[in-house]
C-alpha cells in the first residue's frame, strides 16, 4: 500500500481482556518494527522483525504481550489480560531494510484504552 | 545499548526566531540519526537526516549538525513559523533499530 496502515485506530477494552492491533506495513518494507507512546512521552521499543529471521523482543515490557509477522507482510500485536498501564497509543513503523541509513515510516497508531 | 537524550523537552520561540534542539547518544557505533516532527494526535513523520559520514545537512529552514567526536547532533529551523510548532523527536541506531529521545516541544508564537 501507499502507507502503513493500522487498525483499529482506537480501541476500549475492559480491564482484564485480550486485544489485538493489526499493521499491515508498506508493500516491500522488509522491516517492520512496534512501538508504544504514553500520553506526553517518548517512543517506547517494543519488538521488531525483519524478513524471516527470529524477531526482536527484547523491548516487551511483560510475558502479556506478543507479536507476529505472517508471510513477512502484515503483523498483529497481542495484549493479554489488559492492565490499566497498557493504555498508550501502539504505533507500527515499516522500513525497506535494517541497518544503516533507513529510516521508518509511522502508521497513524492505535489508541488503546484500557478502562 | 544505546541512550539518546535529547535537551530542552520544551522550546518557546517567537515566529521568525531560530530554534534549536540538541540530542547526546552514548553508543559510538551508531551511524545513522533522523529527527521526526509529530504534530498534535498525528503519527511522527520524518523531517530530516543525517548519516555519520557527513557534518552537516541542510533542507530549505531545517539543518542538522552532527558531532561525532562528541557524540552529539543537533536540530536547526530558522525563520521559525507557527505551523513548525510540534513535538519533534531525536533517534540514533542501535544495531538495527532506532532508540529514541524523549522529545521536544516546540511552540512557535505569532
Known amino acids: 500500500g501507499a502507507g502503513v496502515s493500522q487498525s483499529p485506530s482506537n480501541k476500549v477494552t475492559e480491564k482484564g481482556k485480550d486485544v489485538e492491533l493489526r499493521c499491515d506495513p508498506i508493500?516491500?518494507?522488509?522491516?517492520l518494527y512496534w512501538y508504544r507512546q504514553s500520553l506526553g512521552q517518548g517512543l517506547e521499543f517494543l519488538i521488531y522483525?525483519?524478513?524471516?529471521?527470529?524477531p526482536d523482543k527484547s523491548g516487551l515490557p511483560s510475558d502479556r504481550f506478543s507479536a507476529e509477522r505472517t508471510g513477512g507482510s502484515v503483523s498483529t500485536l497481542t495484549i493479554q489480560r489488559t492492565q490499566q498501564e497498557d493504555s498508550a497509543v501502539y504505533l507500527c513503523?515499516?522500513?525497506?531494510?535494517?541497518?544503516w541509513g533507513y529510516g521508518y515510516t509511522f502508521g497513524s497508531g492505535t489508541r488503546l484504552t484500557v478502562v | 545499548g544505546e541512550n539518546v537524550e535529547q535537551h530542552p523537552s520544551t522550546l518557546s520561540v517567537q515566529e521568525g526566531d531560530s530554534a534549536v534542539i540538541k540530542c547526546t547518544y552514548s553508543d559510538s557505533a551508531s551511524n545513522y540519526f533522523p529527527w521526526y516532527k509529530q504534530e498534535l494526535g498525528k503519527r511522527p513523520q520524518l523531517i530530516i537526516d543525517?548519516?555519520?559520514?557527513?557534518g552537516e545537512k541542510k533542507d530549505q529552514r531545517i539543518a542538522v549538525t552532527l558531532n561525532k567526536t562528541a557524540k552529539h547532533f543537533s536540530l536547526h529551523i530558522t525563520e521559525t513559523q507557527p505551523e513548525d510548532s510540534a513535538v519533534y523527536f531525536c533517534a540514533a541506531t542501535s544495531g538495527s533499530r532506532l532508540t529514541f529521545g524523549e522529545g521536544t516541544q516546540l511552540t512557535v508564537n505569532p
Open positions: 513503523a515499516s522500513s525497506p531494510q535494517l541497518g
Open positions: 508493500s516491500g518494507h522488509t522491516a
Open positions: 543525517i548519516r555519520s559520514n557527513v
Open positions: 522483525f525483519q524478513g524471516n529471521s527470529a
